[in-house]
C-alpha cells in the first residue's frame, strides 16, 4: 500500500534543528538570552521581585537561616586551649594517661598512633602537656575561653559552643570529610555549600550562590574538592574570589583593548551559540553550566566590584575589623567581605584560615611549638571573627545568618614533636561552636572528659553536624538527594542526625 505523500516541508534554514528553531522564537532553554540580558540597563540589580525558584528537600518546617557563613580553621585547632579549656593537664603535667586516674579514657578502639606511649628509649615519651595559656570565664554564661580568644570571648553570651564533636579521619583528609561528609579515600563529594544551593538557590542573580574567600586547603587534603559539587554539577561549586580588591574577579577582567560593546557582542554570540548546543544537548550538565556561568559572569562584572568595594565602609567598621593593622588586616578583609556578600544575597560564604600548608606559621597544625603557632594564628584571626559577629549583630543580620567557626579535628592532651612543645592530630573529641540563626545563645553542649581525650557526653558527629545546619536552614537532609550511579546520593550519607537542644 502506498504511503501518502508527506507535506511536511523541510526547513530552509540548514543546520538548525526543530527544537532549536522553536526554543529561539520563545521556548528558551535557559530562560533568557545572554545578549538580551547584557543589553539590560538594569544589569547590576535582580528584577523587582526576583527571588529564587529552588526549594528542594524542604523539612516543613520554617527555616532559622536563610544565609551561612561557614569559617574554616585549617590545620587543627586545639580545643584544650580555646574553648573547652581543661585545668587537670596542669595537675597531671608529666604523666602519662596511663599514670593518672583517667586511665580508662584508652578505648582500645579510640587509641592511635597519635595517643600510643611511644618508646621512651628513643626519647619520645609522650606525657601530658600542660595548658600553654591561661583562660577566663565570660559573658553571664560563664563560658571558660582560652587568652589566646580573648576577643571572641566577648561575646560568649551570643554563642553555642558544641565541645562533642569527633570525626572519622586522623589525618587533614578531615578537611575534606568536615565538607562533604566523606573520607578523602572517597574521592569528590559535593560540599556542604554546594548541598545548601542546590537545595535552595540563590537570593540575588546576580551573585553567585556559594562564593570562597581565602586560601582554600591544599591538594594533600582535599584541594578544591573541599569546595566543590561533584556530581551535582560545577554550577553548584563555590566562587573564590581574590583578596585583591581592584581584581576580585581577574579570571573575568576583559581585555584591556576590548570595548564594553565588542565585549558584549562577544558574549551575545557566544551566549547563541552555547544556548543552540544546550537544545540539542539537554542533557549535559556541563554544558548547562557553562551556559549558566556565561550569564552570571556577565553580570558579576558588574555586581561584584561594587559588592568588594569596602572605600565606603565607615572608617569605624574597618577599624573594627582590623583593617589598620597589617596582622590582622587580610582576614579582616574577608570577613568585612563575608558580611557585605550576605548582606547582598549570598547563600553561603566560606572562608578558610590557614589554608596554606608548608609551615607550621601559616596554619594551626601545632605539632610543634603550639604557642608560637596559636598565638601568631590567633592574632589574625581573633579580632576579625569578633568584628564580624558584632557587625551581624548591630544591623540585626545575625537574626537569620548562621556563622559557624570550626576546624577538622582537636589536639591530643599529650605531647609531640622535638622538646615535646606540640600537639599532635585528635579526632576523637573537639570543639566549634555556632552563632545567629535560632541557635540558643551563651549555649554549651556536649562534653568530653577530664582531659579532652574523648566525647564522653552528646557526642557529635561530622555527620550530625551537616544535619543539624541543614535543618536550620529548612532542609531535611534525608529528603535533600541526588540520584547518581545508581543509587540516591545525600550530604551526611547513610548518618547523621539533627542535634536536638541547640
Not at 545508581?486 to 551526611?492: E, K, M, T, V
Request: net charge neutral; hydrophobic share 35%.
Amino acid at each position: 500500500m502506498m504511503q501518502p505523500k508527506s507535506t511536511h516541508q523541510p526547513s530552509a534554514c540548514h543546520g538548525v534543528s526543530r527544537r532549536s528553531f522553536l526554543t529561539d522564537t520563545g521556548m528558551g532553554f535557559t530562560g533568557l538570552a545572554l545578549g538580551a540580558m547584557l543589553a539590560k540597563s538594569s544589569l547590576g540589580a535582580p528584577p523587582a521581585g526576583w527571588q529564587s525558584k529552588i526549594d528542594r528537600g524542604r523539612s516543613g518546617v520554617k527555616p532559622k537561616a536563610k544565609t551561612v557563613i561557614w569559617i574554616f580553621l585549617c590545620g587543627g585547632v586545639s580545643h584544650l586551649e580555646s574553648f573547652d579549656v581543661k585545668p587537670e593537664l596542669n595537675k597531671y603535667a608529666g604523666k602519662s594517661i596511663e599514670e593518672t586516674p583517667y586511665a580508662d579514657v584508652l578505648d582500645p578502639k579510640k587509641v592511635g598512633a597519635n595517643i600510643q606511649a611511644g618508646n621512651p628509649n628513643h626519647g619520645n615519651r609522650k606525657v601530658i602537656m600542660p595548658l600553654q595559656t591561661g583562660f577566663q570565664r565570660y559573658g553571664k554564661c560563664g563560658l571558660e575561653v582560652g587568652d589566646w580568644f580573648k576577643e571572641i570571648g566577648t561575646c560568649a553570651d551570643d554563642l553555642a559552643v558544641v565541645r562533642s564533636l569527633w570525626t572519622v579521619d586522623n589525618d587533614h583528609g578531615a578537611q575534606l570529610t568536615f565538607q562533604t561528609g566523606r573520607h578523602v579515600r572517597e574521592g569528590a563529594h559535593p560540599t556542604i555549600g554546594s548541598w545548601a544551593t542546590y537545595g535552595l538557590g540563590t537570593l540575588n542573580e546576580n551573585l553567585p550562590e556559594f562564593v570562597v574567600l581565602g586560601t582554600p586547603t591544599g591538594d594533600c587534603c582535599g584541594g578544591a574538592w573541599t569546595h566543590g559539587a561533584s556530581y551535582l554539577g560545577p554550577e553548584y561549586a563555590g566562587v573564590r574570589l581574590s583578596t585583591d580588591p581592584k581584581k576580585p574577579l581577574p579570571y573575568l577582567a576583559p581585555a584591556d583593548t576590548m570595548t564594553a560593546e565588542e565585549q558584549k557582542q562577544n558574549f551575545s554570540l557566544l551566549g547563541r551559540l552555547n544556548r543552540i548546543s544546550g537544545i540539542d544537548y539537554p542533557g549535559d550538565k556541563d554544558l548547562r553550566a557553562r551556559i549558566k556561568a556565561y550569564e552570571l559572569a556577565a553580570r558579576m562584572q558588574v555586581s561584584i566590584p561594587a559588592a568588594v568595594d569596602i572605600d565606603a565602609e565607615p572608617a569605624h567598621i574597618k577599624t573594627m575589623y582590623g583593617l589598620d593593622r597589617p596582622e590582622t588586616a587580610g582576614f579582616g578583609r574577608n570577613c568585612l567581605l563575608a558580611r557585605r556578600l550576605a548582606e547582598k544575597g549570598v547563600r553561603f560564604v566560606q572562608l578558610y584560615h590557614g589554608g596554606a600548608f608548608g609551615s607550621p606559621r601559616i596554619n594551626w597544625d601545632a605539632h610543634e611549638g603550639i604557642v608560637e603557632n596559636h598565638v601568631g594564628q590567633a592574632a589574625s584571626m581573633d579580632q576579625p571573627v569578633t568584628a564580624l559577629l558584632k557587625d551581624l549583630k548591630q544591623r540585626g543580620m545575625l537574626d537569620d545568618t548562621l556563622i559557624i567557626w570550626t576546624t577538622e579535628f582537636g589536639r591530643t592532651p599529650i605531647t609531640q614533636g622535638v622538646g615535646a612543645t606540640g600537639r599532635d592530630h585528635h579526632p576523637f573529641a573537639y570543639t566549634c561552636w555556632m552563632a545567629g540563626a535560632g541557635l540558643k545563645p551563651g549555649l554549651r553542649y556536649g562534653e568530653t572528659d577530664e582531659l579532652g581525650y574523648d566525647s564522653v557526653t552528646n557526642p557529635v558527629s561530622v555527620y550530625d553536624f551537616h544535619a543539624t545546619v541543614l535543618r536550620l536552614l529548612g532542609i531535611d537532609h534525608t529528603k535533600l538527594t541526588f540520584y547518581h550511579n545508581g543509587s540516591r546520593r545525600r550530604l551526611p550519607d547513610v548518618h547523621g542526625h539533627g542535634v536536638d537542644g541547640i
